[in-house]
């Protein structure tokens, strides 16, 4: 299947493309969404009539709004993982598929000045993933 032709292809470390990347980008989001969370749940329960309870609806906009902020300061890094388990090596380049793929931010640093060279945020938040 899928997992022998990568293997095969790639060697077993092409496994794990992308895992450098994918915590820089879930230990920020996760710290972020859980204490803007918290924070929001903490307010509205003060807001409310009795000031000890928490609605549905709160808990779901304070989630809703934590992890739409979480995700939007977050996005760079995930450009970042993505590209770097995609990346796929060329015939031509099969000398330098041998060595260690580049690492997370030197990747991100690509991600930074095409985004630069584009005048913001469209290489950070264009499609397909900033591709």
Known sequence: ????????????????????????????????????????KRRATAASADGATLSPAAAFLAGAASGST?????TPLDVVKTRQQL??????AAAAAAAAPPASFAVAGGVMVEAAACGGGTAVLGGPRGG
């Open 70 to 74: 979480a995700a939007f300061l977050t």
């Open 1 to 40: 299947g899928a997992l022998r032709a990568v293997v095969a292809e790639e060697g077993v470390l092409a496994l794990w493309r992308g895992l450098s990347a994918t915590l820089l980008r879930d230990v920020p989001f996760s710290c972020l969404y859980w204490v803007g969370y918290e924070a929001l």
């Open 87 to 92: 990346r796929r090596t060329s015939m031509q």
